[in-house]
């Protein structure tokens, strides 16, 4: 017979291991008690597990070890915490003293409607053994002090429970014998009640509660939703925790109960905040919605403990991945709904695994988490494998809150439940403070400002403003997540007609002189001076861009189009000898660029005024028309460039198109075949996936980066090094593609470097944009500051300075010794943090510096000219900087990388390359004099020739008479002549009888 593990719930009934796993003897059953317990076995597993209860050894054990063992499998069962207090009473068969142990047994096994696969379970955890003797399991560990409190009294705790008890309703916290029963209230506090609805009996039977248990509960009061309603409209609470038992019985496992009785208590009482703490539904994620859609304020599911101990914690109808699925789903359904899980700590989890059940939690969206002691309601329940001490929950509230949790409580005394009015509501209405007062200064600075947002801001087809209001694109302020204003939304139809538009341009964008082109770009460049103030506080605000950096972005975008102006009037062509052998004698050639066409335009969310620039100034200048689509997230100053383009009369009907618009609506900005180029900014992930889908369009893409530095150890200024570092690092939020990620220092000079870099990092100043001292503002959303803080977390490295988040700003923040495999060590992170690399040889720190899968540019600091000549020989990337970090970049450079940095140049004069396609024309024996031998039917006639045209023109036309053999002399053709027929008169003519006329060397 296979040897068997068999798990005893109840023996915690005397203090000892939680699981006994029997390695026990099977022998022949021999004992009446198995077939009173357990009936006529069924399946061969059944039959072992009968064989080793009714060995006698066994069977011993299990009486002696557990003696109430059985008494946990009847319903309604409530144990005594008192010493002198030992009876136990079930709902068919009452135990006295005068029964003997075995009948007792026997008869509470027979009031049961539990089965086999309630003890038989997979093998417990390692560390759960039996150590004889039995006497060694008494050893209880003893209740410390900060865990011990007094029991709730008074009249308004009287009142609620009499109220709870006339209206047949129940309190969780009574019925699990929670040491937290209790309502709170006062001047300081929140008034907090937790009840429990659809009855007092769980289908489940986890080893922490001691909630009853039943397969078949009773049946649901269809009153109790009324009732509910009408006890928590008299208690004057302001915040209420409802609960239920799970109801696996229940075809919708009680979600449509449990959803009427949350629309009435807001109907009843809407100002009252209400917390749902529910159970999985069986999985079922159709009643999670129906709960989450249910108007409560706090969708809460409790995964209770780690991974590892779920099934030795919970019911083995629960399960981790399946709470996960439950909170997850709830999020997806309603974005808006505060979601809240809770972890008790004591069962033997390690900090590694707690850490992790965190981290899942915020996988799935959840924004609140408590951490509690477990405390055994009563001996039959789990025993308590440690009691976390105070210091300990306070270091999980400290990392609750740095992983990104908006809200953590975590204490001894700390339930899912427990005071949450208090902590959480007080936590809220701090934050709401906050955020008001955050606004209300916000709003000063703008009253402040010359300038105010409309309502709504046009895109522009054809060159014409367009406002619509139909799927208006919202604009939130990205400091207050605030809605600013709306620009309106072009649709696949505007597209294809934007794109229809610009390709008939193409002709008359072609013919505009130099001069046209420098005028259109010259005068764009001063209204975008004259706005500066206006475009500064819109990039301000829709991009969360320090308004001191913003104004140097629109300053940067009036150099770019003033560049631009220069370079439109120096389209110079070549004239190239193209003689290079004797069989290609006398050919000469002149290249022009002439304009590729219709280029489209995507443009991405952190530069959008210079960006744009970067794309539109060189598309003007080459004569080319175009399409724009900018980020969807900030359309607004998109749309400033589109008004400021419209005013000008030179530019032809037809010849832009600026259309902000949903990813939704983008493919045609690539994949439409009268797009003739497509020019790309973003990441590597979408603009590789664009380049696929524009065929054989010409496509340049300006890509992502995790820029290098390198501070040699020959650095003579590290302090100007350490300086320029921050800068890069942290300028623009670190939303830029060669924002500093890494910096690879020499080992003579790392620690000072890193304890000059903690220094100024630590005086930067966060907050605002609006404000003049404010350097870093918020991310472009808080998901990427969650993104960020998560990729911080998970890298492994050691957090020298910042790591914090306050919404969606991410602090300022430097690491080391963080894992080059993690997301932060191999990915461009976009965001404020960069890491220290210690390195000890130059050749080395190159080849780290390629080991990477970017390649954008690249800074050194060092005041040796090999190393950077060897640097600028061996770096993979498209632009090396000596002491310089390599977020520098000048508007007229050849700017872009290799790898998946990307493909081409921008840069004025380099985009202007791309937007234009070479052309040659050829021509033989140009300014040569030349024979032609005459033939019949050829005449020559002659046409005025300017004085000094030593390449006199001719035309030859045929002619019905004979012609001779033409010499044009040399002498002549050098000194030139007044007409035509002066040329003629030198040339001698032989003609040959019947010859027949022919042009050789022309």
Not at 59 to 80: G, I, N, Q, Y
Not at 727 to 748: D, N
Not at 832 to 843: A, G, H, M, T, W
Not at 911 to 935: F, H, P, Y
Request: aromatic residues 6%; neutral net charge.
């Amino acid at each position: 017979m296979k040897p068997v593990s068999v798990t005893c719930p109840l023996s915690s009934r005397l203090p000892g291991p939680t699981h006994v796993k029997a390695s026990l003897t099977a022998g022949p059953p021999s004992n009446s008690l198995a077939k009173s317990a357990f009936g006529d076995p069924t399946t061969a597993e059944e039959e072992d597990v009968k064989d080793v209860f009714t060995h006698p050894t066994n069977l011993k054990f299990f009486l002696h070890a557990c003696p109430v063992f059985v008494a946990f499998r009847r319903k309604k069962t409530e144990f005594s915490e008192e010493r002198n207090a030992s009876t136990a009473v079930s709902d068919a068969t009452p135990l006295t003293q005068n029964v003997s142990r075995k009948e007792q047994l026997t008869a509470a096994l027979n009031n049961s409607d539990y089965t086999l696969d309630d003890f038989i379970t997979e093998p417990p955890p390692a560390t759960t053994t039996i150590t004889p003797p039995i006497k060694k399991l008494m050893n209880r560990q003893r209740l410390p002090e900060w865990l011990k409190t007094t029991v709730p009294s008074g009249e308004n705790f009287k009142d609620l429970k009499k109220s709870l008890r006339s209206l047949g309703l129940s309190t969780v916290c009574e019925e699990a014998k929670c040491p937290n029963i209790g309502w709170g209230g006062g001047e300081d506090r929140v008034a907090t009640a937790t009840i429990m609805i659809m009855g007092d009996t769980c289908t489940r039977a986890c080893r922490f509660c001691s909630v009853k248990t039943s397969r078949a509960p009773p049946p649901l009061d269809p009153e109790e939703p009324e009732k509910t309603a009408h006890a928590i409209s008299q208690w004057g609470v302001d915040y209420i925790v409802i609960t239920t038992v799970d109801r696996d019985d229940l075809e919708d496992s009680g979600s449509t109960h449990f959803e009427k009785t949350v629309r009435l208590i807001k109907e009843r009482s809407p100002k009252i905040m209400v917390e749902c703490l529910t159970g999985d539904f069986k999985g079922d994620l159709s009643c999670v919605e129906r709960m989450a859609n249910s108007g409560m304020d706090v969708f809460a599911h409790n995964v209770e403990t780690v991974e590892s101990l779920q099934k030795w914690v919970r019911d083995r109808r629960a399960g981790y991945q399946q709470s996960m699925s439950v909170l997850r789903h709830a999020k997806k359904v309603n974005p808006k709904l505060v979601t809240k899980s809770s972890i008790m700590l004591g069962h033997g989890e390690t900090d590694e695994e707690v850490r992790q059940t965190l981290k899942d939690l915020l996988d799935v969206g959840v924004d609140c988490v408590t951490l509690g002691q477990y405390s055994q309601p009563t001996r039959k329940h789990m025993k308590v494998e440690e009691y976390v001490t105070p210091e300990k929950f306070q270091y999980w509230k400290e990392e609750g809150e740095r992983m990104g949790f908006k809200y953590v409580a975590s204490g001894p005394l700390v339930r899912s439940s427990y005071r949450a009015g208090e902590f959480y509501i007080k936590n809220i209405l701090k934050r709401q403070e906050e955020e008001q007062l955050k606004h209300a200064n916000y709003l000063i600075l703008l009253v402040r400002t010359k300038y105010s947002l409309k309502d709504l801001y046009p895109y522009y087809l054809a060159g014409r403003a367009v406002l619509s209001k139909e799927k208006a694109i919202p604009v939130h302020d990205k400091y207050t997540n605030k809605v600013a204003t709306h620009v309106s939304h072009a649709d696949d139809n505007v597209i294809r007609q934007a794109i229809q538009a610009g390709s008939k341009a193409e002709r008359s964008m072609h013919e505009l002189g130099s001069f046209e082109r420098k005028e259109i770009l010259m005068n764009v460049a001063a209204e975008l001076k004259e706005r500066n103030e206006e475009i500064a506080q819109a990039l301000a605000i829709e991009v969360g861009k320090p308004i001191k950096d913003s104004r140097v972005e629109v300053l940067r975008a009036v150099d770019t189009f003033t560049y631009a102006a220069e370079e439109s009037i120096r389209r110079n062509g070549e004239f190239n000898e193209l003689d290079i052998s004797a069989r290609n004698k006398g050919f000469r050639g002149i290249t022009t660029r002439f304009p590729i066409g219709l280029v489209s335009m995507i443009v991405p969310f952190n530069f959008p005024v210079n960006l744009a620039a970067h794309k539109i100034a060189p598309a003007i200048a080459a004569g080319c028309p175009f399409v724009m689509k900018p980020s969807e997230r900030t359309p607004l100053t998109a749309s400033l460039l589109g008004d400021i383009l419209s005013k000008q009369k030179l530019l032809p009907e037809g010849a832009f198109s600026i259309l902000p618009t949903s990813v939704e609506h983008a493919k045609a900005f690539s994949e439409d075949e009268r797009i003739k180029m497509v020019s790309f900014t973003g990441s590597a992930e979408i603009g590789w996936k664009v380049k696929a889908a524009s065929g054989k369009k010409k496509v340049t893409l300006e890509l992502g980066g995790d820029a290098a530095v390198i501070v040699d150890e020959d650095t003579d200024d590290l302090n100007l090094a350490a300086d320029r570092i921050v800068f890069g690092a942290f300028y623009q939020s670190g939303q830029s593609c060669i924002s500093v990620q890494r910096i690879y220092a020499h080992e003579k000079i790392y620690d000072s470097l890193k304890e000059k870099l903690i220094e100024k990092t630590k005086k930067i100043k966060k907050g605002n944009p609006l404000e003049e001292e404010t350097f870093l503002g918020p991310l472009i959303t808080e998901n990427d500051a969650k993104r960020v803080e998560k990729w911080v977390n998970e890298s492994k490295g050691q957090i020298l300075v910042g790591g914090g988040r306050e919404g969606p700003i991410y602090d300022a923040t430097i690491v080391e010794g963080v894992d080059p495999k993690s997301d932060l060590g191999c990915r461009e992170v976009f965001g404020p943090v960069c890491y220290l690399i210690k390195y000890n040889d130059f050749k080395t720190v190159i080849d780290q510096v390629n080991n990477s899968a970017f390649g954008l540019q690249a800074g050194i600091f060092t005041t040796n000219i090999n190393k950077a000549f060897y640097a600028y020989d061996r770096l993979h990337v498209g632009g090396v900087l000596i002491n310089e970090i390599p977020s520098a970049r000048v508007d007229s450079q050849p700017y872009g990388g290799i790898k998946d940095s990307g493909l081409g140049r921008e840069g004025v004069k380099y985009a202007m390359e791309d937007m234009t396609e070479l052309k040659i024309m050829m021509m033989k024996n140009i300014g040569q004099l030349w024979t032609v031998r005459s033939r019949p039917g050829l005449e020559v006639e002659a046409m005025s020739v300017d004085e000094g045209d030593v390449e006199s023109r001719c035309r030859m036309r045929t002619a019905v008479n004979d012609a001779k053999d033409i010499q044009v002399d040399e002498d002549h053709a050098d000194e030139g002549s007044t007409t035509a027929a002066s040329l003629i008169g030198s040339i001698s003519t032989t003609t040959e009888e019947g010859g027949s006329p022919s042009v050789e060397d022309v």
